[in-house]
C-alpha cells in the first residue's frame, strides 16, 4: 500500500506549542516495522493552480508570499515561515497523490492531511489549506466525465464522499463544497467542540462530551446507511482523527483504540463492500501521551492495509 509523506519538514514552532509535530515522524517510523505491504513515498508540493481548485488565488498568494495578515495567521495557530507553506502545500500534495493511486489500487494514504478547517479564503485550527477539498476538485478535473455511449450525452463527473471521523467538525470542507451535489460531506464531530460555529454539511452528527464506543458506533452505522441512500461516490476520502481517543487532550470523547478500530473498519468495510476506492488522511490527534495517538493511528493503517490486499486479490 503506498503511503505518502512530507515528513521531511518539521516546522520551527514556539517552546510550548501544544501541536504535536512529532507525531508524523513517529508514525513514519513505525509504519514499516509494524503494517505489512507498505511503501512510503515522498510527497511533492501541490502547485498554486492545484490549490486554486479550492481556495482563492489571494488566500494563496498571500500564505506563499508571507504577506498574510497577522490576524489570518493567528487563526491558523502557526507562525508563518517558508518551512510552513512547503509542507502546507506537501500535505495536499500527499493527499492528491493517495487519491490517483487509490483511484488504481483501491487504497492508498496520507501521513498527514486531513486540514479540513481550511476555506475557500482562509485556514484555521492548523489547517492551511484544504487537502481533502484540493484532492476532490483535482480528481474530478483529471478524470473529467464517465465515458457514456455514443450519441447519449455527457456523463456524470466523478462523485466523491468525505467521511470525516475527526472529532472536530469539518467546517471548511462544507464551506467549500456547499451547494456541490457532486461531492458528498459526512462528518461525526462533538456537539461542544471547536468549531463552536458549525458549517452545515451535506450530513452532520453532533455527539456529546463523554461519547463512548456504543453510542459513537451506532451513529457511525446510521450515518453510512443514510450516506448509502443518498449518494454513490466513485472515490471516498476518509479522515480518520485519531483524537475521539479517550485519552485525547482536545477530543472529550470516550473511544477506545478497539472501538477506533471498529471505526475504521467499518468505513473500509462500507467502501469495500461498494467497491469504492479510499484515500485515507490522518487528521487530528492531541493525545496527552504522544504515543497513543500514534498507536491509534498506527492501527488504522493495519486496517486500511488488509483492504488494500484485498483490491489486489478480490477473490471470486
Known sequence: MQVFHATQLVLPLPAGHRFPMARYQLLRDRLPAE??????????PATSGELALAHEPAYIHAISTGTIEARAIREIGFPWSEAMVDRARRSVGATIAAARVALREGVAANIA?????????????????NDAAVAARLMQAERGRAPVPSGTGGGEPLRVAVI?????????????FRGDDSVFTLSLHGARNFPFRKEPGD????????????????SLEAALVQLGRR?????????AGADP???DRLGRLKLTWAGLQARDRRVFEWA?????????????????????????QVNTFAIASEYW????????
Open 164 to 176: 470525516d471521523l475527526d472529532v472536530h467538525q469539518g467546517n471548511g470542507t462544507a464551506s467549500i
Open 245 to 247: 481517543h479517550e485519552g
Open 231 to 239: 449518494f454513490a461516490p466513485g472515490l471516498l476520502i476518509y479522515l
Open 203 to 218: 450530513l452532520d452528527v453532533e455527539l456529546p462530551d463523554g461519547c463512548g464506543d456504543g453510542e459513537y458506533l451506532q
Open 35 to 44: 503494517v505489512a505491504l507498505i511503501k512510503l513515498r515522498q510527497a511533492a
Open 272 to 296: 469495500w463492500q461498494r467497491r469504492i476506492p479510499v484515500a485515507l488522511c490522518m487528521a487530528g490527534g492531541y493525545g496527552v501521551r504522544i504515543e497513543d495517538t500514534v498507536q491509534v
Open 113 to 129: 492531511g486531513g486540514t479540513h478547517h481550511a476555506a475557500r479564503d482562509k485556514g484555521s485550527g492548523f489547517c492551511v489549506f
Open 309 to 316: 490486499r484485498r483490491w489486489q486479490n478480490p477473490g471470486p
